[in-house]
């Protein structure tokens, strides 16, 4: 196969999206639009991409720097806008997808070219037979089954009656033999019902020469699924999840409720992975071999290792190294690493923080901008001050550090190694190895203080009797 230049067109306005995001820049599983169909002409070994953008190029700063992007200055029609790509043609085949039809995948646009180079033809076009054609173009052919040309059905004028009822349509993506192209696209005219040019009508013109046209059927029609609203983006959105899903089940990772699993384009997962209800991993989400993650687990951007789990958590830009717990009820922040056997737990916050090996927060803590070392207990509701209302400032703890429940650690302050805190304590001095820090006030306690409160409730009501007859609010509060 000759590798192929891959033009999607894409300068249309998508006003049925009614948003302020051109329609292509809505993300599919993570991607912009425009990202699926790039993808699927990258993955088919095209030599060029081109997209066809609008005047501003919405889409430039989402496509990848080997992308190629020309401007359709007006939205002229089809063959208008594939003619803006002209420059790129080379001798070589050329392919036009479109940029709203997300779902389109690699191996078909390969075996069209295929299908094209196997036969003496000036262009193919994807075919697909459909039980209800409305909408499409239809491929009209002669008694031989010549394909002529493609007639466009959108509004009434331009297919003849008979020419409607056929139902093999034209899926908009076709292989053109790229050393003829630019010349046939420059004679498309647009006298027609709505007044475009189209870029069918550029396969009539190709045949003047003498050649034919090849039409090579498309199976799966959910491949020219075609985004122009949101229940559509929706649905698109359930395909292109089905799909990814599949593949990591087939590559070796446990879904136990597909449905419900959300997980971007570009996640990776190890083999024996198990994915619980619920679960959402987002952006360059990495999760290692044996890993569990959820129930109701939300992971953006979060490298997990092996043999690590994450439950009913929230976890957005960390690093999570192996046999790592987390959850149920953790919240974990950006620039959070836990290294091997360490744990998050119940309703904790951890934001830009290192926890070193084996070291837990089991409970109730915020730890933000905190080091830890190694095999320390963080009890039970430790909070570090953190910010002091100017700047933020570290919390650098030791290694087999114990805290105990309620302390707070006002930094910037140290816990050096095998320090304690005492319960309830407000450490706001750094604490030398091996030492205890304790800062509470001392408790006092008042002998007798229960029989002599009770004495003098006695005397005050001797003294001061109860008004039975008033029944002021501020009486029986007394
Ligand atoms: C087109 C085909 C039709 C085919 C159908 C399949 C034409 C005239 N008709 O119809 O035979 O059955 O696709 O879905 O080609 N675009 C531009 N610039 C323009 C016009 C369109 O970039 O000036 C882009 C749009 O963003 C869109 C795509 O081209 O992604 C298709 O254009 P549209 O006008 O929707 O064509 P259809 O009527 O769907
Ligand atoms: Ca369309």
């Keep these: 196969?000759?590798?192929?230049?891959?033009?999607?067109?894409?300068?249309?306005?998508?006003?049925?999206?009614?948003?302020?995001?051109?329609?292509?820049?809505?993300?599919?599983?993570?991607?912009?639009?425009?990202?699926?169909?790039?993808?699927?002409?990258?993955?088919?070994?095209?030599?060029?991409?081109?997209?066809?953008?609008?005047?501003?190029?919405?889409?430039?700063?989402?496509?990848?720097?080997?992308?190629?992007?020309?401007?359709?200055?007006?939205?002229?029609?089809?063959?208008?806008?594939?003619?803006?790509?002209?420059?790129?043609?080379?001798?070589?085949?050329?392919v036009a997808l479109y940029g709203d039809v997300p779902l389109i995948r690699a191996e078909t646009i390969a075996s069209l070219v295929q299908a094209h180079e196997s036969v003496d033809v000036v262009a193919t076009v994807l075919a697909a037979t459909l039980d209800d054609p409305s909408g499409y173009g239809r491929v009209v052919r002669d008694q031989q089954g010549n394909v002529l040309k493609i007639v466009e059905t959108k509004k009434p004028g331009d297919a003849t009656e008979e020419e409607m009822l056929i139902h093999e349509i034209n899926t908009g993506m076709y292989v053109f033999d790229g050393a003829l192209l630019g010349a046939a696209l420059d004679q498309i005219g647009n006298q027609n019902v709505q007044g475009e040019y189209y870029l069918p009508d550029v396969l009539p013109i190709l045949r003047e020469g003498g050649r034919s046209i090849g039409a090579s059927p498309l199976e799966d029609p959910l491949e020219?699924?075609?985004?122009?609203?949101?229940?559509?983006?929706?649905?698109?959105?359930?395909?292109?999840?089905?799909?990814?899903?599949?593949?990591?089940?087939?590559?070796?990772?446990?879904?136990?409720?597909p449905e419900s699993t959300v997980i971007d384009a570009d996640v990776s997962l190890g083999e024996d992975v198990i994915i619980e209800p619920g679960t959402a991993l987002h952006g360059f989400t990495s999760v290692g071999a044996g890993s569990t993650i959820g129930p109701h687990s939300t992971l953006h951007d979060v490298t997990v290792g092996n043999d690590s789990t994450v439950i009913h958590s929230y976890v957005s830009g960390v690093t999570i190294?192996?046999?790592?717990?987390?959850?149920?009820?953790?919240?974990?922040?950006?620039?959070?690493?836990?290294?091997?056997?360490?744990?998050?737990?119940?309703?904790?916050?951890?934001?830009?923080?290192?926890?070193?090996?084996?070291s837990k927060v089991p409970h109730l803590s915020y730890i933000g901008d905190a080091t830890i070392g190694?095999?320390?207990n963080i009890g039970a509701s430790t909070i570090t001050g953190n910010y002091d209302g100017y700047a933020k400032h570290r919390t650098k703890i030791g290694s087999r550090v114990h805290t105990s429940v309620d302390t707070t650690l006002v930094a910037p302050v140290e816990l050096a190694d095998d320090t304690y805190t005492g319960a309830?304590?407000?450490?706001?001095?750094?604490?030398?190895?091996?030492?205890?820090?304790?800062?509470?006030?001392?408790?006092?306690?008042?002998?007798g203080y229960t029989a002599k409160a009770l004495l003098r409730q006695t005397a005050g009501k001797t003294v001061q009797p109860v008004d039975k007859s008033s029944d002021s609010d501020h009486t029986r509060a007394d």
């Excluded at 929706?234 to 409720?257: D, P, Y």
């Excluded at 119940?346 to 070193?356: C, H, L, P, Q, R």
Aim: with cysteine; hydrophobic share 45%; proline share 6%.
């Design 321 to 358: 190294a192996d046999e790592v717990t987390v959850g149920p009820f953790s919240y974990l922040r950006p620039g959070t690493e836990l290294h091997d056997g360490a744990k998050a737990g119940a309703f904790v916050e951890i934001k830009n923080t290192e926890v070193g090996e084996r």
């Design 1 to 94: 196969m000759t590798a192929p230049v891959v033009v999607i067109l894409a300068a249309g306005q998508g006003t049925r999206m009614r948003s302020r995001t051109p329609k292509l820049l809505h993300p599919i599983c993570g991607w912009p639009m425009i990202a699926w169909p790039v993808a699927a002409a990258k993955a088919a070994g095209a030599i060029k991409i081109v997209v066809v953008d609008a005047p501003g190029e919405p889409l430039r700063a989402s496509l990848d720097d080997d992308v190629t992007v020309v401007v359709q200055e007006q939205a002229l029609g089809t063959g208008h806008a594939l003619r803006a790509a002209s420059e790129h043609f080379g001798d070589g085949p050329v």
């Design 374 to 376: 190694e095999d320390c």
């Design 224 to 257: 020219i699924f075609n985004v122009n609203d949101r229940r559509a983006l929706a649905a698109a959105t359930v395909f292109a999840q089905r799909r990814i899903n599949e593949a990591h089940m087939l590559a070796g990772a446990t879904l136990i409720s």
């Design 424 to 447: 309830g304590s407000v450490i706001t001095e750094d604490v030398p190895e091996g030492a205890l820090g304790i800062a509470r006030p001392r408790q006092t306690n008042i002998a």
